[in-house]
């Protein structure tokens, strides 16, 4: 089975059961794959294939930058905003799998944010800064536990990446606003942060 094949199975997986630490394993599993299997440094005369992939994420929910942030580096990857969506900048086969991984972390921050205000709805509290406050601590939390494999698997961009992407974002123009949290929403930060922390190893299901 082909590695863009094992990622999206893994997805699937936890996609179906609604697990957070499914997905949790997916993510880290995922980020394992890609070092291990991911395409080589090559040398001044092979073709190498550079690509740009742009995300799907519905609402352009501004947490999404920040998202990116996490995901782009730990799965050696630049990133940058193309009308309004995360576009992945690298060699084609990394570019894949960071976009898949990034596509389905951000559709489960949005389901988790939809669930934290339905149910602070039912319970007639606020929601306002609900959505940001969670995808900050979960941003966070998913960081630290990324930059932990990065650094076990030795997780970098490559330089021919780096110098290609610099070429290409000469005349970007740079985001200065940052994300906040609302400190009014109680225990929502801290939740996020626990979820972006958590993980399962596969074990069994490992690949």
Same mark, same amino acid.
């Given at each position: 089975m082909g590695i863009h094949k094992v990622i999206r199975s893994l997805f699937a997986k936890a996609e179906s059961t609604h697990s957070e630490h499914e997905a949790h394993a997916a993510i880290l599993k995922d980020q394992e794959l890609m070092a291990k299997y991911g395409i080589s440094p090559l040398s001044a005369e092979e073709d190498c294939r550079y690509a740009s992939q742009s995300c799907f994420h519905s609402g352009n929910r501004a947490f999404r930058r920040n998202l990116a942030n996490v995901i782009a580096p730990n799965f050696?990857?630049?990133?940058?905003?193309?009308?309004?969506?995360?576009?992945? =900048?690298? &060699?084609?086969?990394?570019?894949?799998?960071?976009k898949e991984v990034f596509e389905y972390t951000y559709k489960f921050i949005c389901r988790e944010t939809r669930r934290l205000?339905?149910?602070r709805k039912n319970g007639n509290m606020s929601t306002n800064g609900i959505t940001n406050t969670y995808a900050l601590g979960?941003?966070?939390?998913?960081?630290e536990k990324l930059g932990e494999q990065s650094t076990a698997l030795m997780?970098?961009?490559?330089?021919?990446?780096?110098e290609k992407y610099g070429e290409l974002s000469k005349n970007f123009r740079q =985001?200065? &606003?940052a994300l906040r949290y609302d400190r009014y929403a109680k225990g929502i930060y801290e939740q996020g942060l626990q979820d972006g922390r958590q993980h399962r190893l596969l074990g069994e299901n490992a690949v």
């Open positions: 050696r990857v630049k990133f940058y905003l193309s009308n309004m969506q995360v576009t992945f =900048f690298d &060699r084609e086969d990394d570019v894949k799998i960071a205000c339905r149910e979960f941003c966070r939390g998913l960081s997780v970098i961009v490559p330089p021919d990446v780096n =985001f200065k &606003r």
